[in-house]
């Protein structure tokens, strides 16, 4: 039988927002816990040169988000990495959290459980994945020291992996079938690199091999031609899912599958709030994300001091 917990607050994701409610609530003597099921940092913790966080020239997102979860931590919250939530009933008082270890009691929840990357739409995406089709170049990216690599995409996300993995590859195809959407900073720096070859309006078609990823078959779409390029690997950066399946029959979610909440980020229910990407917002931002976990904090501080009189 799972042991339960009662927690004052329950934040689910360990990101830039998540992680910013936890230092807010824990600097509130709040009973504060933060439950991650796979990287801490989000998608963030892949970025390689920060360069619009106020107050920081440059920084990576590993040295920005371990700065932040030693912070959020020498205030009492408490980051538990990698147990996987199973379910979760909201509309109750308190509301319940259950991972694959334990059931918490939580009398206000922040979800601010971000996205994922968008897996690969072919066939053999499965087959060939973790053996040379990979989606965190911070995580794989050492692994291909000296070989030759493709990453598969056109946003900021796509450029930074291929500026990251110059650090390792020899050889790097940027391929994305339409034109670049990255900013003019990191285009810079992706056209200066005489490692990486960017081929715009190509398509990736077939991925082959045998027991790993050898080799890619792209279609030019302006010469019509098709050929195939050896690899070792390719890196996919081709668009994001919100994390909000676990949140489906519970709450009310936009056309995308963002939560819907407001700019308080309090959702329809009461001791609830969405913070970060996860949020139905027009503007997602690294510091979009700090500022809703500081302002899900603040009102859930307020929700738990009326709560408990």
Do not use: W
């Not at 077939?206 to 890196?235: P, Q, Y």
Request: glycine letters at 8%; one cysteine or more; charged letters at 25%.
């Amino acid at each position: 039988m799972k042991e339960r917990i009662h927690k004052d607050v329950v934040i689910i994701g360990a990101g830039m927002a998540g992680l910013t409610a936890a230092l807010y609530c824990g600097r509130m003597n709040l009973d504060t816990l933060v439950l991650e099921n796979a990287i801490i940092g989000g998608q963030i913790a892949n970025a390689t040169d920060i360069e619009n966080f106020p107050g920081l020239a440059s920084v990576s997102g590993k040295d920005l988000i371990s700065a932040l979860q030693r912070q959020t931590e020498s205030f009492g919250a408490v980051i538990d990495e990698f147990d996987e939530i199973e379910r979760v009933t909201l509309k109750t008082s308190p509301k319940i959290v259950e991972t694959q270890e334990k059931i918490y009691e939580a009398d206000a929840v922040i979800i601010a459980s971000g996205m994922n990357r968008r897996k690969i739409p072919l066939a053999e995406g499965r087959k060939f994945e973790t053996r040379g089709v990979h989606y965190c170049e911070l995580c794989d990216g050492h692994a291909y020291a000296g070989k030759i690599v493709a990453v598969m995409g056109g946003g900021n996300a796509a450029v930074d992996a291929a500026n990251f993995l110059t650090k390792y590859a020899e050889k790097i195809y940027l391929i994305h079938r339409s034109e670049l959407r990255a900013d003019e900073v990191s285009q810079k720096r992706l056209f200066a690199n005489k490692k990486i070859t960017v081929m715009l309006q190509t398509e990736i078609k077939a991925l082959r091999g045998d027991k790993r990823l050898e080799e890619i078959e792209i279609f030019d779409k302006v010469s019509g031609v098709t050929k195939v390029i050896a690899v070792d690997g390719i890196f996919v950066n081709i668009g994001v899912e919100p994390n909000t399946k676990l949140f489906s029959d519970e709450l009310t979610l936009s056309a995308s599958g963002r939560i819907v909440a407001g700019e308080d980020c309090r959702t329809e229910i009461a001791g609830v709030f969405a913070a970060g990407d996860v949020r139905e917002k027009e503007i997602r931002q690294l510091t979009t994300a700090a500022s809703d976990g500081t302002t899900a904090a603040l009102l859930a501080e307020k929700y738990l001091s009326k709560l408990h009189g």
